[in-house]
C-alpha cells in the first residue's frame, strides 16, 4: 500500500513537472518572441544622420546599398561645408549629425580643432585608408582625392616648359599666372604643403613670387582659371583636378570646350610631388547613433563604395586597392606630396598670414 502511494505520487510529480515544463517552453517562446519584435523595431528605427557638402545622385544609390545591406537608413542634410561646420558648432550637444563629410583636410582639421569631432577606433578604416590621408588622431579620414595641378595654354605654352610650383615664379611667367583668391581653402593647403615640406621662409618667396608673376588680381573659382587660360588672359592656371573632369562632362559646352583646349600638367614629378587633399569623413563629438556612424564609415571605405564614391566627382580613390576612373588613368599615374595630411590642417593659420603678408588678394 505504502508502495502503492508512492507510485501514485511519483506519478503525479512526474505530470506536474512535464506540466511545469511545457508551460516554462511556452514562456520561453514568448519572451523570445517578444525580444525578436524589439529587434526588428529597433532594426527599423536603425538611422545614421548625415551633414554632407556632396550632391551627387550617385550618392544616394551607396547609401540605398548601405540601407539594403545593413538596415540602417542614412538621413542626410547637404550644404555647403563651412556653414555645416558652423551648423555643427551651433547645435553643440544637440545636433542631429552622426557624421560631416566635407571637402579638404583643412577644414576637416578645421572641425576637429572646434572639437567637433572625435576619434574612431576602426580596424576597417585604418586598414582601408593610408596613414597620410587620415588625422593622426583618427578623428577624420579621406575618402577621395584631388591633385592641384598646373593646366596650361596648349596654344602657347610647351609642356616642356613646365617642372615645378617653384618654378612658376620665374620672371619667364611674369603676368601669365592665374589663381584664384587666397580667402579659398585649397590655396591655403597649397601653402600649408610648402611650410610643411620647405619651412616658413621658402613657402613665403613661393607666395611673394607668385604675386608677381599673376596675370590679374585673383577671381573667380579654379574652373574660371581655365575659362582664362584660354581666353587668353594668362598661359598658367592652378587648379583641382576633378574639375577637369566636371568641365569635360558639363552639360555647357563652353566648358567643354575650355577643357579640352587646357593641357594637364602633374607638378614636381622629380621632387617632392604634386600637392593632394582629400574630401573626408569625420564621426561629430556628439553622435548620437555612434555605432551605425562608424559602420557607415567603413562601409563609404571599402572596395565597392569607394569606386562609385570617388568616380562622382571625378576625384581618386583614397582605397589604394581601388582603381581610379578610366579618364583619370588616362592622365597617367603621378607621384603625390608625402606628407601627412594633418599638416595641411597644422599650418593653415601660418599660410593664411603668409598670404596676407605678400598680397595675395
Ligand atoms: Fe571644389
Known amino acids: 500500500m505504502k508502495r502503492k502511494l508512492s507510485v501514485v505520487s511519483l506519478s503525479f510529480v512526474l505530470i506536474l513537472l512535464i506540466a511545469t515544463l511545457a508551460g516554462c517552453s511556452t514562456g520561453q517562446e514568448k519572451t523570445a518572441n517578444i525580444q525578436e519584435e524589439a529587434l526588428n523595431s529597433k532594426k527599423e528605427n536603425q538611422v545614421v544622420n548625415l551633414y554632407t557638402d556632396r550632391h551627387y545622385d550617385t550618392d544616394e544609390k551607396l547609401y540605398e546599398l548601405f540601407t539594403e545591406e545593413t538596415g540602417i537608413k542614412v538621413n542626410v542634410v547637404k550644404g555647403k561645408s563651412d556653414e555645416l561646420i558652423e551648423r555643427l558648432a551651433r547645435e553643440g550637444k544637440d545636433t542631429e549629425a552622426d557624421l560631416l563629410i566635407t571637402a579638404d583636410a583643412g577644414r576637416l582639421h578645421r572641425a576637429k580643432t572646434k572639437d567637433l569631432l572625435q576619434p574612431v577606433t576602426s580596424n576597417t578604416l585604418t ?85 608677381e608673376n599673376m596675370a590679374r588680381d585673383p577671381q573667380g ?110 592622365w597617367g599615374e603621378f607621384k603625390p606630396q608625402n606628407i601627412n595630411l594633418s599638416k595641411l590642417g597644422e599650418f593653415n593659420q601660418k599660410a593664411v598670414e603668409i598670404f596676407n603678408e605678400v598680397g595675395w588678394k
Not at 129 to 150: A, S
Not at 174 to 195: C, D, M, T, W
Open 221 to 330: 573659382n579654379d574652373r574660371a582659371q581655365a575659362t582664362a587660360v584660354v581666353a587668353g588672359e594668362g598661359d598658367i592656371a592652378i587648379m583641382n583636378t576633378y574639375y577637369i573632369g566636371k568641365m569635360l562632362n558639363s552639360s555647357n559646352p563652353e566648358e567643354v570646350k575650355v577643357a579640352k583646349n587646357v593641357g594637364i600638367f602633374f607638378p614636381n614629378q622629380d621632387t617632392t610631388g604634386t600637392h593632394i587633399n582629400v574630401s573626408g569623413v569625420g564621426l561629430t563629438k556628439y553622435a548620437k547613433n555612434k555605432e551605425n556612424a562608424i559602420k557607415f564609415m567603413e562601409f563609404l571605405s571599402s572596395p565597392k563604395a569607394q569606386e562609385q564614391f570617388a568616380q562622382a566627382n571625378y576625384e581618386y580613390p583614397a582605397n589604394p586597392s581601388v582603381e581610379p576612373s578610366d579618364l583619370l588613368k588616362s
Open 127 to 211: 586598414n582601408n585608408i593610408p596613414t597620410n590621408l587620415r588625422d593622426k588622431d583618427n578623428e577624420w579620414f579621406g575618402l577621395t582625392v584631388r591633385g592641384r595641378i598646373i593646366v596650361y595654354s596648349k596654344d602657347r605654352v610647351d609642356p616642356s616648359e613646365l617642372s615645378t610650383y617653384e618654378d612658376l615664379v620665374n620672371p619667364k611667367w611674369k603676368g601669365k599666372i592665374l589663381v584664384r583668391s587666397s580667402s579659398n581653402i585649397y590655396n591655403q593647403s597649397l601653402l600649408a604643403s610648402f611650410i610643411a615640406i620647405d619651412g616658413e621662409e621658402k613657402a613665403k618667396q613661393w607666395a611673394k613670387g607668385i604675386v
